[in-house]
């Protein structure tokens, strides 16, 4: 991808991110969290899955299924036998399209085709049903692609910082990187407390697991400081899907999604 074609991605995407498609009145009764991978490195199971098991944490997991079985130069990628095992154990698989492309870059009928392929690769692995959470590959989004994908699923994770509070966008919510790249103790823990004061919605995200992550990824010790204190917080963590219904709280008059 060209420099000018980046740049004017990212330009498409703080414009997206701008324009709320599935505005919706969050009412939790207390905070919650989710810790969520994105395109699936086979040691985000094999190296975070114990660590999330230590604490009893079921986790979503968004799976690109065009990386199935693959080694993409230094990651090697989850294979079925994969899916299959953090399926059974109880994880969540959200869906982070097929090929794994930026959305802007790709026409409706092209991701309306991406979506599909992703969805009927994972199906056997969701017991014949659909995913039903979604990330965008790279964070990239747009006002269109905001508004094929926001009727397909019940929430879209973005990668734009902050704690998921009052009046959000479920078609784009924010999310807070545990990656090594941009690892910040006192930033998590401004974010844990902000969710604990305001009864908010964390939403954790990385990659890969390894004692030497890539820069998109973390170590086992990172993520396990991060679960300590959210448990130290009395926060309960819970897949995306299991997590949205208490973010959303009881209905009210007047509220709706």
């Not at 802007?104 to 309306?112: F, K, N, V």
């Not at 009727?151 to 966008?169: A, E, K, W």
């Not at 910040?184 to 964390?202: F, P, T, Y």
């Not at 926060?235 to 997590?243: H, N």
Request: charged share 20%; hydrophobic share 40%.
């Amino acid at each position: 991808m060209g420099l000018a074609n980046h740049i004017e991605i990212k330009l498409i995407s703080y414009w997206g991110r701008s324009l709320k498609v599935r505005p919706t009145q969050l009412a939790a009764q207390r905070p919650v969290a989710s810790i969520t991978f994105d395109d699936f490195p086979k040691n985000a199971w094999l190296e975070g899955g114990p660590v999330l098991d230590r604490y009893g944490v079921k986790a979503t997991y968004y799976t690109a299924g065009g990386f199935c079985g693959r080694q993409v130069e230094a990651t090697v990628f989850y294979d079925q036998a994969d899916l299959k095992a953090l399926a059974a154990a109880g994880h969540e698989i959200g869906c982070h399209g097929f090929d794994h492309q930026p959305t802007p870059c790709l026409t409706t009928a092209q991701l309306a085709a991406d979506t599909e392929r992703n969805r009927a690769f994972l199906k056997p692995f969701l017991g014949g049903e659909a995913p039903v959470s979604y990330a965008f590959p790279f964070g990239r989004v747009s006002p269109r692609t905001k508004a094929f994908f926001a009727p397909r699923f019940t929430c879209l994770r973005g990668v734009h910082p902050g704690v998921n509070v009052g009046r959000v966008d479920l078609a784009q919510l924010n999310a807070i990187s545990l990656e090594i790249r941009c690892w910040n103790k006192i930033q998590i823990e401004s974010a844990i407390a902000g969710a604990v004061k305001d009864r908010g919605w964390l939403i954790f995200y990385t990659h890969d697991i390894s004692e030497r992550p890539s820069d998109y990824g973390s170590t086992p010790e990172m993520l396990d400081w991060a679960l300590s204190r959210l448990v130290a917080a009395g926060i309960d963590i819970l897949p995306v899907r299991e997590a949205l219904p208490v973010a959303l709280g009881p209905k009210r008059p007047g509220v709706t999604a």
